[in-house]
């Protein structure tokens, strides 16, 4: 099961520039949007107690609303302190307006 495709979340239900919290096999994901696009990570900053999906995403990147610390929503690498570890990504796909992800 942990290799499969999951739903997360209808594509329309997050905004351009945006993350969207969603639990998914007891995980907690965020999913973000950019140009179209989608990207899920863990929802946990890995630098200390807050939800990335409470931050701001600025194209291919999101801000921990907690310190400021930015991850790239791509790769989950950390890009500014005070993040230095990086956040794990996970696989997305988009099927009919469907977000689908792999959190294996
Ligand atoms: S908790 Fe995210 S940068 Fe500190």
Redesign the pocket.
Known sequence: MANDWLFAIDADEIDEEDVAPIEIEGKEVAIYRNNGRFYASVDK??????F?SDGIVVGDVIE??????RFCIKTGKALSA??SIPIETFEVKVENGKVFVKVG
């Open positions: 900053c890995t630098h200390g107690n807050a990335l921990c609303p907690l310190h400021q610390g005070p993040a």
